[in-house]
């Protein structure tokens, strides 16, 4: 069974920096794509940012320039600095493990969570 396990959720004023990371069991690592998902309160699910197997990234519009996200194949984790953090950032994060079997047909694997809190 694939297990994803989060880190380095917490609490930061507005304009500061925190690093989620996300170990992953090796079985599908390095050929899956890696995200990270957020739901704020009152707010749907989305996708926050999102590495390929070859290290391609895309990231939603409100935090481009502000997030990165990397990974490491051969520590099988997958990282996301946050800078100059809003209070609209403030969410429980995911993270995200998609393999695509065929056609429509994906694997997908989730953590469990970390809450991130920003204070105006």
């Known amino acids: 069974q694939v297990q994803l396990v989060e880190s380095g959720g917490g609490w930061v004023q507005t304009g500061g920096s925190l690093k989620l990371s996300c170990a992953a069991s090796v079985k599908f690592f390095s050929i899956s794509t890696m995200g990270w998902y957020r739901q704020g309160p009152g707010k749907q699910r989305e996708l926050v940012a999102s590495?390929?197997?070859?290290?391609?990234?895309n990231y939603v519009d409100s935090v481009k320039g502000r997030f990165i996200i990397s990974r490491d194949n051969a520590k099988n984790t997958v990282s996301l600095q946050m800078n100059s953090l809003k209070p609209e950032d403030t969410a429980v994060y995911y993270c995200?493990?998609?393999?695509?079997?065929?056609?429509?047909?994906?694997?997908?694997?989730w953590g469990q969570g970390t809450q991130v809190t920003v204070s105006s």
């Open positions: 995200n493990q998609n393999r695509r079997l065929s056609g429509t047909s994906f694997l997908n694997y």
């Open positions: 590495i390929t197997r070859d290290g391609s990234t």
